[in-house]
């Protein structure tokens, strides 16, 4: 029976001319710890099924995540992760042979498509098959590096980004055309993906450590890592933790959220602005949020998965102000709404636990 | 990781994409299933399946999985041969319309062999082949033969791969064939069609002593996979060797092949016996007409069969007859006079035959 998904493949460019050009015991064992590292790093609803090569195969059904874009930061992840593994083996390495010395050379592509397809299985051997299968691997195969202007990229055809509902985020990215034969011409769609682990790798980490805490919630979630993450980023279900009547994000990159998005949370007549300060996709987030005359009180929220489940810890941190009085003040104003802040969030995890229940019902 | 060389064979479907970009997917769905079915139960021994790629099967055959190269020949055919049957039947037993069933005809199928080193690796609790060698092998899947010549189901075998397999003369069927890739330079090597292989395994009749006529049989089991013991019975010096003949020649062979019609002449001191093949179906049976002299004539079908890693090998003998009532009578009788004879020489024979196999498998020269 075929099914509708995301048909994603992570792919080394410089994978053949690294392979060819230096010596194959070390080249082939870097290459080996790259793709382990993806495949530790390829989790639910993420779905692996095999190695061809230099080429990582993986697929996720259609309604896998509540926000398609979400897909997008599966992406960036796994391709910041390769980036820093690369870097460390990088510094680390004592050996001086041709391929300890040139493994910088490589880098990581995804070629990404939206259609149908169908798992056979024979003996062993799973695979998909369907034309669209045939499309991603057509993609994957065509060297496109010199036409895109770089080696690191995420190649989205256009049935991907209709089916992410990326069109308002293509303007960043580099438009590209294939033809092929017996398959016809597809659209496609290149993000560089350089800035992106730039931008990690200047990335100052802020969160609210234990120590500092003023307070600390935590509810279970029956879903996956990046599941979750939807649940706690995505502006309805945050209204949901903070019970407040409408949340709305402002976000300043094409309607994604991330770093510098502001959530204005409405408390009946009030409107709070919460501002994130720090987005590391499925691990956590940190939020400030706006108290009068420039106060500030800072949220971390973490996620850590166990087995299927996933914790979302709230941890918050006491209000600061501009200056030691303001601070005072702030704290006195604020530290009899502790108890009651603790029961919202609690109260609210339960309003997502259920959420959670009625989505995993329905068909 | 370890470092190993082999043979890396490739089996593509051609033809796969057009097809399935033009027909119902949940109708192609069966048939692609079906096909695949039938090449991976084919796919055995010498080869071993590394993984399904799309419209390919990546196998590899380590050195010492066979002993002469037609063997890894006769593996590829025999693939062949079952998938255009299983593409003929399914043909034959549709009365569909579906365009899936309709243009199942321009599916077909090619085959890349290569020789050369690999190392195996285990990612994801799979055994991965990596390395340069791989790579070439997977390049030469985009070739121009089926483009220059019209050639649509092809074996290509790289010079390295024929090098290896020792084809000698068996090459001068194939044609000469060059591809240029970046980072690998010039690929030369050879090619050879392979509708005629499947048109003449369609007509070819067979020919074997059923078990229930046979006159008496000889039997043994080894600890081996068929295809290898195929390559001791098959190959004239292991088979000169089992059957203790002071000398073993070859005649009739194919440009070095043998099959059909090709003779074995075992010198048994002064006496010639003359083996004549008359069916050849490699890693199942093969059927030799064996003379002694004029008079002393029997059919010899020696079957395969796999069980749990051994095979069983048995040896089914049939009395010949003549071209008429009396010959017939007069030959029967003469040559009924050898069983005894013919039973003590095939068990020592096969005997013999176990001995060298896993005394060479003991000692590495095989696996």
Known sequence: ?363 | MAQESGYLVITDISGYTAYLTSVELEHAEGIMKSLFDTLVKEMQSPLTISKLEGDAIFAYAKEGSFVQGQTLLEAIEKIYCAFAMSLESMQRNTTCTCKACELMPTLDLKFILHHGTYMLSEIAGRQELSGTDVILAHRLLKNNISETTGVVAYAFLTQACIDAMELGEMKEGMKAHTENYEHLGEVSGYFYDLHGVWERARESRQVYVDPDESWFKVEIDVNANPALVWDYLADPKLRRHWLQADGMTVTGSNKGRLGERSEYHCAHGELTVIQTIVDWKPFEYMTLDVSFAKDQRFRLTTRLTPSNGTTCVSWYFFKLGGSNFIETFLTKRKTSKMQGMLSDFFSQGSNLLREMIERDIREGKVS
Request: glycine fraction near 6%.
């Open chain 1, 1 to 363: 029976m075929s099914q509708k998904g995301y048909l994603l493949v992570a792919n080394f460019e410089g994978y053949e001319a690294f392979l060819m050009h230096t010596e194959p015991e070390h080249a082939q064992s870097i290459v080996n710890d790259l793709i382990n590292t993806l495949l530790d790093n390829i989790k639910p609803p993420l779905i692996f099924f095999k190695l061809e090569g230099g080429a990582v195969f993986v697929y996720t059904p259609a309604g896998s995540f509540i926000d398609r874009k979400t897909l997008l930061e599966v992406i960036e992840n796994l391709y910041c992760t390769f980036a820093r593994t690369l870097e460390t083996m990088y510094r680390n390495t004592v050996c001086t042979c041709q391929a300890c010395q040139h493994m910088t050379s490589l880098d990581l592509k995804f070629v990404i498509h939206y259609g149908a397809y169908s798992l056979t299985k024979i003996d062993d051997n799973e695979d998909l098959i369907g034309p669209d299968v045939l499309i991603l691997r057509e993609l994957f195969k065509n060297p496109i590096a010199d036409q895109i202007g770089t080696t690191g990229y995420a190649l989205l055809t256009e049935a991907c980004v209709e089916a992410m509902e990326l069109n308002s985020q293509t303007e960043g990215m580099k438009a590209y055309s294939a033809a092929f034969e017996n398959l016809g011409g597809i659209k496609c769609f290149a993000q560089d993906l350089h800035p992106v682990w730039e931008n990690e790798r200047k990335r100052q980490l802020i969160t609210v450590s234990p120590d500092d805490a003023w307070f600390e919630v935590e509810t279970d979630l029956p879903v996956c890592t990046a599941l979750a993450w939807e649940y706690v980023t995505e502006p309805e279900f945050r209204r949901q933790w903070l019970s407040a009547n409408k949340v709305t994000a402002y976000t300043n990159d094409k309607g994604r959220v991330g770093f510098g998005t502001t959530y204005v949370c409405a408390h009946g007549k009030f409107k709070i602005n919460q501002i994130i300060v720090d987005w590391c996709p499925f691990e956590y987030l940190t939020v400030d949020t706006a108290l009068p005359m420039k106060g500030t009180q800072r949220h971390t929220i973490e996620l850590t998965p166990h087995g299927d489940s996933t914790s979302v810890l709230w941890r918050f941190n006491r209000a600061e102000g501009q200056n030691r009085l303001h601070t005072l003040i702030l704290r006195m104003l604020f530290n009899p709404m502790k108890g009651k802040l603790i029961n919202q969030l609690k109260q609210g995890g339960e309003k997502v636990l259920e959420k959670i229940e009625q989505d995993q019902a329905a068909p």
